[in-house]
């Protein structure tokens, strides 16, 4: 603390203020790792970065998984996941486990993008008569609506194949038969393209801008975030696709 | 040639601004954009009007006293080139040109197109310094400094403080201006004491001052008359992190 962040009292009354600039107002420093984190902008942008690389690793793992649609028995697959760490945890113990930690980091992501989102908006209460394009990427533009669609298909798609409520089938356990039954529309197919594709552009920026969020600028990271983006997209759409042009019954 | 311009004018901080047409002849091409705002002022003042307020000091690109926004981008179509910069030859007199102040929470509109930017003054007040004995000026060669890390300096120092990143950023973040000073303070020898410590700071006073946070848009850097690389802004989130485990 140096003398110049100190609250300029002795300043105050002495001097006719003249500025209508802000000045900076008197509340006492954060104290604390997490809360000195929460208190500031780029300590928002970093936990914002640290769940988002816990979500990224659960879509990698979840594309994955997915993709045994074509080469095994995605039912077993399913019965597989429930039976990790059963000795432990009981039978589908580490499901809800991996979901808890899921939950908890899109609050955390979602509660600071909103927080960010509203001091943007305060940040600038008066906006420009004329003002083109940004001149930044469309993905980067996008990541609030992008995050929006992406909670809401969300809400539906654990509605469709995780509670089977939404599904034309909707049998617990027989998730070749959900896909497929599911999959067989094309609005369905359109829905989860909708959301994929959001869900790419989002990972684009999230993957670039993440990664400076904690500090580091790698190189060739932009070309990077473009690849694992594209892997993620079509690694999540090939599995409808697949079905609607009767690649898997 | 003739240009329609469309000024935003304002006649004090509390008052309510609009955007107010005017045409400008006898426009030359070789003329610098504020030259055609004077040779606009010189016409208002002697048809009686008040002339437009603008903020301008060197004309040379060096100050970082002018800047406006001009059809919506800051200091206008220019790449890396600061408003006074500018030639009529750039602008296409069929086309009206939108000339409005910089908008964002800290910087008030003083009148026009004048805005106070002292709200980056206290950016600058919080930690833009370093601390080091006074006297004699020490030999040229007391302390080396590797030539990479000289270099990232001076590319973050070329900072001119004009304000065009906060004017150009969709969150009204001044980042890219804090990163520019940390990064020209933090990458050499001298300025190692009060790295961490001078990062959170700024920062620190850059949120309480209503500065928008940084979502590396990279809408500052496009417009920056320096060319400040965005690289500059990892490098303070890699400060500002450590402040905070750290405990500086």
């Not at chain 1, 659960?58 to 039912?75: K, Q, S």
Request: include cysteine.
């Amino acid at each position: 603390m140096y003398w110049t962040t100190r609250p300029r009292r002795s300043y105050r009354g002495r001097m006719a203020v003249t500025s209508p600039a802000p000045v900076r107002p008197e509340k006492p420093v954060a104290q604390g790792f997490p809360r000195r984190l929460w208190a500031s902008t780029v300590g928002k942008k970093a936990v914002m970065a640290v769940t988002g690389a816990i979500l990224f690793g659960y879509l990698l793992a979840h594309m994955i998984g997915n993709l045994t649609i074509f080469f095994g028995d995605i039912d077993g697959y399913g019965v597989f996941l429930r039976r990790l760490l059963a000795p432990v945890l009981g039978y589908g113990g580490l499901v809800w486990v991996i979901r808890a930690v899921l939950v908890l980091a899109v609050v955390l992501h979602m509660t600071a993008a909103i927080q960010l989102a509203r001091r943007s908006a305060r940040a600038r209460p008066v906006g420009y008569a004329k003002r083109p394009r940004a001149q930044g990427g469309y993905a980067a533009r996008t990541m609030r609506w992008g995050g929006v669609i992406i909670a809401l298909f969300v809400g539906y798609h654990l509605l469709d194949l995780t509670a089977g409520v939404l599904n034309p089938h909707g049998v617990d356990g027989q998730i070749h038969a959900n896909v497929v039954a599911d999959f067989r529309h094309w609005y369905v197919v359109a829905a989860y393209t909708l959301a994929v594709v959001a869900l790419g552009f989002h990972l684009r920026h999230g993957l670039w801008s993440g990664l400076r969020s904690l500090g580091r600028a790698p190189s060739r990271s932009a070309a990077a975030a473009l690849v694992v983006a594209l892997v993620i997209t079509i690694g999540f759409l090939s599995v409808p696709y697949a079905v609607l042009f009767g690649i898997v019954r | 040639m003739k240009y329609t311009l469309r000024v935003w004018r304002q006649t004090g901080p509390t008052a309510t601004g609009s955007l107010v047409e005017y045409e400008v002849d006898d426009v030359t091409p070789d003329m610098s954009f504020l030259e055609m705002l004077d040779v606009l002022n010189e016409r208002l003042q002697l048809a009686g009007d008040a002339p437009v307020a603008f903020d301008h000091d060197c004309r040379e690109g060096i100050c970082g006293a002018c800047g406006v926004m001009i059809d919506g981008v800051a200091h206008g179509p220019g790449k890396a080139t600061t408003t006074c910069q500018l030639h009529m030859r750039q602008f296409d007199p069929a086309r009206p040109i939108v000339i409005e102040p910089w908008r964002a929470a800290p910087f008030p509109v003083v009148r026009d197109l004048v805005v106070d930017r002292s709200a980056l003054d206290r950016v600058i007040e919080a930690g833009g310094y370093i601390s080091t004995r006074t006297g004699a000026a020490p030999d040229a060669h007391a302390l080396p400094v590797a030539k990479p890390d000289a270099d990232t300096a001076f590319e973050a120092a070329a900072c001119i403080g004009c304000g065009a990143c906060v004017a150009a950023c969709p969150n009204g973040s001044s980042m890219l201006f804090t990163a520019a000073k940390t990064t020209h303070l933090g990458a050499l020898p001298q300025g190692q004491p009060e790295r961490f410590t001078r990062a959170r700071t700024m920062v620190e006073t850059q949120d309480d001052l209503g500065f928008g946070g940084c979502t590396l848009t990279g809408e500052c850097t496009a417009v920056c008359p320096k060319g400040i690389p965005l690289s500059t802004i990892a490098r303070l989130n890699h400060d500002v992190l450590t402040a905070a485990m750290r405990g500086d």
